[in-house]
């Protein structure tokens, strides 16, 4: 199905929703997805608003984030230490929210953190370290990048380029899925803080201009372009660094072009993960012939850095390093919506969803 009808098809689902604070509104895993989501496969649900127990909080959402991986939580799989989903419960994913009340001793009302909220408006926690919250600062910067640049897409661009990359000034990198969420913040820290000289690949012309503004000094168009074709005129000698996004054809094209030492960071494989038969890699012995190493990572295997990591990143925000971009649906009703983008290729930057919008105020 092309993208338009798939995701006008959303439309439906959303339509007569709306939230309102006097209620929790969840949206539940109804059917397992069958490569890609589709309405089916959500269940939105209204019930009460719970109250909090003694060493428990009342969290309220502001925000919440979107991911390719919730697909996968969503299948039953892939779901990162928490509970796997079964259909009926509510969807997992990380999100901004406020500490509207407390009873518990660490956490005063007024606070505003992220962490594991799932699809819903409201929830009570006893904030355990499996929920791995953290505290938002009052910092002038808005609370939306907490479910994004400042958030596990932002821990996953670094830990991914700074952990795995080994990256060096001057180096010729490859970066795909350029224009999404990681890729938007690990093209920006490799020109911007490195000094890399970056080739970005990204589906259609308009993305393609937008990571020529956001740290790549060329782009290829993967949907309209030979990948292989393309890279041999950008990088007649080679790549140093390839981040990886997509997997596939694209990870094959750039081990085809290595120079010695060079380095490959496996973040995702979103081209491989609505396929019915598994992808091979064929020429990974490419790295022996050039010294070089391939290296995966889990952004929760990441967290004990989670401050360094976000201090960098408010820096480099602050000097204009690192432009955030977020991709923001408005409404909570929107978020199966929001989530089929990503495998539309329909956000530019991190897919995000608005619940409420900014807080007020927070402390
Ligand atoms: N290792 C970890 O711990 C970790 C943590 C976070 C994310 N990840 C992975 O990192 C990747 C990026 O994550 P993200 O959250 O920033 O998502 P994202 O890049 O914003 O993902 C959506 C984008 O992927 C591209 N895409 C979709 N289908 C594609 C296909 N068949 N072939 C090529 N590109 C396709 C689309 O861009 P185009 O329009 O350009 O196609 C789309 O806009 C994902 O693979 C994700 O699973 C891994």
Redesign the pocket.
């Known amino acids: 199905m092309i993208a338009a009808d798939a995701l006008s098809a959303f439309e439906s689902l959303s339509r007569d929703k709306s939230i309102d604070d006097e209620a929790l509104f969840e949206w539940r895993v109804k059917n397992r997805p069958v490569g890609n989501v589709t309405p089916d496969d959500f269940e939105w649900t209204v019930g009460d608003i719970p109250e909090p127990g003694d060493g428990e909080v009342l969290l309220k959402t502001y925000y919440l984030g ?4 919730m697909r996968f939580y969503m299948q039953g799989t892939g779901a990162a230490g928490e509970r796997v989903l079964q259909p009926g419960d509510v969807i997992h994913g990380r999100g901004v929210a406020q500490v509207v009340k407390s009873r518990h001793p660490d956490w005063r009302e007024g606070e505003m953190v992220q962490g594991q909220m799932g699809w819903r408006t409201y929830k009570v926690s006893a904030m355990t370290d499996q929920e791995k919250f953290f505290r938002m600062p009052s910092n002038g910067l808005p609370a939306a990048l907490g479910a994004g640049v400042l958030g ?2 932002g821990l ?2 670094h ?2 380029f700074f952990g795995c990359g080994d990256p060096r000034p001057g180096d010729l990198m490859v970066l ?9 913040m690990v093209s920006q820290m490799a020109a911007n803080v490195i000094g890399c000289d970056v080739v970005g ?4 012309p308009d ?1 393609c201009r937008f990571i020529l503004e956001h740290g790549c000094s060329a782009a290829i168009d ?2 309209s372009e030979d990948i292989g074709e393309r890279l041999d005129a950008l990088r007649p000698d080679g790549i140093d660094l390839y981040f990886d ?4 054809e ?1 990870l094959e094209a750039c081990l085809d072009r290595l120079r010695m030492h060079a380095r490959i960071v ?6 491989e ?2 396929r019915d038969v598994p992808f091979k890699l064929s020429n990974y012995t490419q790295l022996r012939r050039t010294d070089s190493r391939m290296q ?5 295997n990441h967290l004990p850095r989670w401050n360094a990591v976000m201090d960098d990143m408010t820096g480099w925000i602050k000097d204009g390093k690192l432009q955030p971009v977020q991709d923001i649906v408005d409404g909570f009703q929107n978020m199966p919506r929001a989530l089929a ?11 995000c969803c608005s619940v409420r919008g900014e807080p007020d105020e927070w402390i």
């Open positions: 979107l991911a390719p991986v596990m897409t996953s661009a830990a991914g795909s899925g350029a224009a999404g969420g990681v890729g938007s690949i990204a589906g259609g993305k993967y949907k996004n997509v997997g596939g694209t496996l973040c995702g494989s979103i081209s993960y609505t995966g990572f889990f952004v929760y983008n990503l495998y539309y290729g329909q956000n530019v930057g991190v897919q």
